[in-house]
C-alpha cells in the first residue's frame, strides 16, 4: 500500500507519518509548503508523483479564532482542500480520510456526542470543518471521516504541552473549569487513523481516548501531577470569561458508537496518554550526553 499524507509537518500528521513508516507500509508526507490542498493542480501534481492507494488529510487551518476574521480562506482550507483531495482519490480509487473536529457540535447537550447527534457549528472554522465533511462525502462515497478533539503531543503548539513548558519555568497559568472535552493522544490517534484506512470503511468516526472527558482545568492538573509541578500554579476560571472572536463548544465529549460493532477496542485512557506524553515531554527536553 502506498499512503500519502497531508498537513505532514503538523502535530498529527508528523505522528501518523511515524506510525505508517514504523509498520513498514510506503508513506509520502506534504506539508503546506509542498501541497496546497486547496490548489487542485498542486493536489494532481501528489497524486500523479505517488499514486497513493490511500490519503490521509491532516491539513488544516485550525486558528479558531483567525477563521473568524477570514472565512474565505477558512472554506478554502478546511472545505475546498478535502473536496478536491476526494474528488483526486475517486479518479484514482483510492481511499479518503480526512480529519475533523469535536467544534461541529455547539456544545449545548449534556454527556457525550456521538454521530446520531445532529453538528450545529457556531464559528466559522467549525463551520468550514462540516462542510468539509460534507463535500468529501458528496464527492467520493469512499471517505472516511474522523471526528477528534484536545489533541494534544510533544513537539507541536498545542494546549497542554504550553502549558507543561509555561509551568515549569514556574509562571503562573489559568485554564478553564468548566469547559469539557475528550483529550486525545496523538500518537494513539495516528494509530486508530492507519486502523480505519487498512479497514476500509467508509462512515463518520470518533476518535479520542478513553474516559470520562475532561475540562480544560482537569487536562491541566493531570499533567502538572504526572510532570511533578507545583498545583498552585494553575487558577481556574469559568467558560464565560473566554471573551475571544470565535465562539467555542462548551461540552464537545466525544463517543464514537461505530468503533466497537466493527471490533475496534476503546484506546487508551486519557490519563495513561497524559503520563506517557510527559514521559515523552521530559525524555525530549533532558540534555543529551556528550
Known amino acids: ?25 510506503e508513506v509520502t508526507g506534504f506539508d503546506h509548503t509542498s501541497l496546497d490542498i486547496a490548489d487542485e493542480a498542486a493536489v494532481q501534481s501528489a497524486f500523479d508523483s505517488v499514486q497513493p492507494q490511500a490519503v490521509i488529510n491532516c491539513a488544516a487551518w485550525t486558528d479558531v479564532d483567525g477563521c473568524e476574521s477570514n472565512p474565505e480562506r477558512a472554506l478554502q482550507a478546511n472545505a475546498r482542500g478535502p473536496e478536491l483531495l476526494a474528488e483526486a482519490c475517486r479518479r484514482v480509487d483510492a481511499l479518503l480520510l480526512t480529519i475533523s473536529t ?61 502549558m507543561v513548558d509555561l509551568a515549569r519555568s514556574g509562571k503562573t497559568l489559568s485554564a478553564i473549569e468548566d469547559s469539557y472535552g475528550t483529550p486525545t493522544y496523538a500518537p494513539d490517534l495516528a494509530a486508530r487513523l492507519y486502523e ?67 471490533g475496534l477496542a476503546p484506546l487508551p485512557a486519557w490519563r495513561e496518554a497524559v503520563r506517557e506524553f510527559v514521559r515523552e515531554q521530559t525524555s525530549a527536553a533532558a540534555p543529551k550526553a556528550v
Open 102 to 162: 469535536d467544534y461541529v457540535f455547539d456544545g449545548e447537550k449534556e454527556g457525550f456526542y456521538t454521530q446520531r447527534d445532529q453538528p450545529n457549528p457556531q464559528s466559522v472554522y467549525a463551520v468550514s470543518k462540516l462542510e468539509g465533511e460534507r463535500r468529501a462525502q458528496l464527492a467520493w462515497a469512499r471517505t472516511v471521516i474522523v471526528r477528534s478533539g484536545y489533541i494534544f503531543g510533544t513537539g507541536g503548539r498545542n494546549f497542554l504541552s504550553t
Open 1 to 25: 500500500m502506498k499512503v500519502l499524507v497531508t498537513g505532514a509537518a503538523g502535530l498529527v500528521g508528523r505522528a501518523v507519518v511515524s506510525h505508517i513508516a514504523a509498520a513498514g507500509v
Open 196 to 262: 480505519l484506512v487498512r479497514l476500509d470503511l467508509p462512515g463518520t468516526y470518533h476518535v479520542v481516548n478513553a474516559g470520562e472527558g475532561a475540562s480544560f482545568a482537569d487536562f491541566a492538573r493531570c499533567a502538572f501531577a504526572e510532570a511533578g509541578i507545583e498545583p498552585g500554579l494553575l487558577r481556574t476560571v469559568g467558560f464565560a470569561s473566554l471573551k475571544r472572536p470565535a465562539p467555542r463548544p462548551r461540552n464537545s465529549r466525544l463517543l464514537c458508537l461505530l468503533s466497537p460493532a466493527i
